[in-house]
């Protein structure tokens, strides 16, 4: 008989159980039936195992959730080094915004992570170290930070929602537009001219948020030298 072979009237060897196999079952039932449906039970039976199996390896829901949340931040996208500092950064932000954009289900669990889980540290760390050795100072950096992570996560979380819902205006920006084109031009001249500029296309739109912020940091660090195109300063 071959290794391995399973004799009639026996049931088939169970795969070992761990976290990472606990942890994909737990994504995949959150994307497809939402956040509200997984349970330990249900993540037990999705593996074909009593939910106590999945106890021994995670005390509740809500660290099970944690320990998601916190894989999910953990993926990282390679950046091409010959970028230039600027355009590295905006890599990094799309590819930040998406983790919301594309967990619907996820988004708001991933908003409201507490910052004392690993992957979140490493991103700060990270990402006001690119900030400090740009130029900033510490307070500015700090600052900075913020406006990044607001930006990130609000653009992210309305992403997820409003694509999530199917939202009708996504389909037809146009309407939109014509509801501020069609106001009356003595009382809303400004909006009814603006018209035809509004609701763009959500990544453009986005884009334009992040070019803001990275020309803010461009003048925040302006005192330091000039900076050449990798972002290093010049003497």
Do not use: C
């Not at 071959?2 to 060897?13: D, I, Q, T």
Request: hydrophobic fraction near 40%; proline fraction near 7%; avoid cysteine.
């Amino acid at each position: 008989m071959e290794e391995g072979a399973v004799l009639a009237g026996e049931e088939p060897a169970r795969p070992r159980l761990d976290r990472e196999r606990i942890l994909d079952a737990a994504e995949a039932i959150a994307s497809s039936e939402g956040v509200g449906k997984l349970t330990m039970r249900r993540i037990g039976a999705e593996l074909g195992n009593d939910p106590t199996a999945v106890y021994r390896h995670f005390r509740n829901k809500q660290e099970l959730l944690v320990h998601l949340a916190d894989r999910l931040f953990a993926t990282e996208i390679p950046v091409d080094p010959k970028l230039s500092w600027r355009e590295q950064m905006k890599v990094e932000f799309r590819h930040a915004m998406y983790r919301y954009r594309s967990h619907p289900d996820l988004s708001m669990l991933l908003a409201v992570q507490p910052d004392d889980t690993p992957s979140l540290q490493r991103i700060a760390e990270s990402t006001l170290a690119k900030l400090v050795d740009y130029g900033l100072s510490d307070a500015d950096a700090g600052r900075i930070f913020q406006l990044i992570e607001n930006h990130i996560v609000g653009t992210g979380l309305y992403y997820a929602l409003v694509e999530d819902a199917d939202d009708p205006r996504l389909r037809d920006p146009d309407a939109m537009r014509r509801v501020y084109a069609l106001l009356p031009e003595d009382r809303f001249p400004i909006a009814s001219r603006v018209a035809p500029h509004l609701f763009p296309d959500l990544d453009e739109a986005f884009d334009f948020g992040t070019d803001v912020i990275l020309d803010a940091i461009e003048r925040l660090a302006s005192h330091t030298g000039p900076h050449t195109n990798d972002g290093a300063t010049t003497p």
